[in-house]
């Protein structure tokens, strides 16, 4: 049975009842917190001194392609249009079982090295069942707490979700399933009502993606339907009227922004004010390693900076001046990487803060400063020194622990070598 005590860090617990940052104790028992404050009893306790240390929850990933890993920047000059011919119209058609495992793996552990404790995995290359296994088990070889959402190549409006490759699918401690759909914008209105309702029954978070226009007829459809919930999820959510987006926050379904991704290849804008002035806020994902960096607080940061942007001009073209108050706060930024991430995923009553009962995620930042919180919003890969995932270290010291990277390394470059052929010149 696992019970440690980590001593002596600044604490951001991300618990709303609870102050910003802290000196406090955190004591683990197997895989759950079991009480976060001054001076805890460490009897029997395995005591880590971690004095001068940033301690907060890890960091949720709530929209990642891994089994793109492979291809790591091969698309960043690309445009929607470019990655959607290219990478699925093309490439995608040649990936193997092995492939799509090796990606998986490297993108999750990846992943893990930057401070993210869970990830949304939307897996939607799956052309056979030994493509699904093998990106099921590259994820969970990883160590990471993730959602394998699975998903399906584009095919027609009218094709339902293979609901038998979900039902064939077991999750695990660390491991859930989900199910990544077309969805209302890609589909027709009776296959999205379908989808949806498979999910509902099954009781699993349905994500989709939104772009590329003004919702379609199916999205009216799935909300007449009843269908809309708390485990419905859309990614991007461009093209979404202030109508729709009442309904989707009254609804309590999430919205998931993958910032540097939307900005840069054309989805539209974050949709991040939308939110906020109905109260609610957004997760926040990464998308694919092929067109951006695979690092959730540097989307915190570009969502954070480009909301600020838009506001500081509201306000100088209402007064003349930029505003002279900030509108957003890092901590907030920080909550879209963690609290919202872990809602979007269903995981809200497990990860997201550290409180006593939830599960023991977290990560130790070697980067003291006067405040936490800023210093935690700035920190790179470089500033992790530890990541602990259900009570197991995972990362120490700044290594990756229980990882072959060698073999992972070779095994990555050999999947490039077979795929990148096959993209059009």
């Known amino acids: 049975m696992i019970h440690i005590l980590l001593r002596g860090a600044q604490v951001i617990t991300m618990a709303p009842h609870r102050p910003d940052t802290e000196h406090a104790d955190i004591l683990i028992d197997d895989d759950t917190i079991a009480a976060v404050g001054e001076n805890l009893d460490p009897t029997g306790a395995d005591i880590i001194d971690v004095t001068g240390r940033i301690i907060m929850p890890g960091l949720v990933n709530a929209h990642l392609h891994t089994w793109q890993t492979a291809l790591r920047g091969v698309g960043t000059d690309w445009t929607l ?35 993210t404790t869970t990830v949304g995995d939307w897996c939607h290359n799956t052309p056979t069942p030994e493509h699904t296994d093998a990106a099921f088990d590259g994820l969970r070889a990883s160590g990471v707490r993730g959602v394998f959402l699975h998903g399906t190549p584009y095919s027609a409006a009218d094709a339902t979700h293979p609901v038998g490759e979900i039902d064939r699918l077991s999750g695990g401690p660390l491991l859930t399933i989900g199910m990544a759909v077309r969805g209302p914008q890609l589909s027709t209105p009776d296959t999205a009502v379908a989808d949806f309702r498979a999910a509902a029954e099954r009781g699993l978070v349905v994500s989709m993606h939104q772009s590329g226009g003004e919702p379609g007829p199916g999205w009216a459809a799935v909300r007449d339907a009843g269908l809309l919930s708390p485990r419905t999820n859309i990614v991007h959510g461009a093209g979404l009227t202030d109508d729709w987006f009442k309904t989707l926050v009254d609804a309590g379904a999430t919205l998931t922004s993958t910032p540097e991704n939307e900005l840069g290849q054309g989805h539209g804008f974050p949709v991040t004010g939308h939110l906020l002035r109905l109260g609610a806020a957004p997760s926040l994902g990464t998308d694919t390693d092929a067109i951006t960096p695979a690092d959730v607080l540097s989307a915190a940061r570009i969502a954070l900076a480009h909301q600020r942007g838009h506001d500081h001009e509201h306000h100088r ?89 060698g073999t992972i390394r070779a095994q990555l470059h050999e999947s490039a070598a077979h795929l990148l052929p096959h993209f059009p010149g």
Not at 391 to 405: I, P
Request: net charge negative; charged share 20%.
């Open 81 to 115: 249009m470019d990655y959607l011919g290219r990478m699925h119209g093309a490439a995608a058609r040649h990936y193997r079982p092995e492939d799509m495992h090796i990606g998986t793996l490297a993108g999750a552990l990846s992943q893990l090295d930057r401070g």
């Open 317 to 405: 073209q209402t007064t003349g001046s930029f505003s002279h108050t900030a509108t957003i706060t890092a901590k907030q930024a920080l909550a879209w990487a963690t609290v919202e991430g872990a809602r979007a995923l269903g995981l809200a009553d497990r990860v997201g803060r550290l409180e006593p009962g939830m599960q023991a995620d977290l990560i130790v930042l070697d980067a003291p400063a006067p405040n936490p919180i800023a210093t935690a919003l700035h920190a790179t890969a470089a500033d992790i020194e530890a990541v602990m995932i259900a009570g197991r270290w995972r990362k120490r010291d700044h290594t990756l622990l229980d990882v072959d990277l």
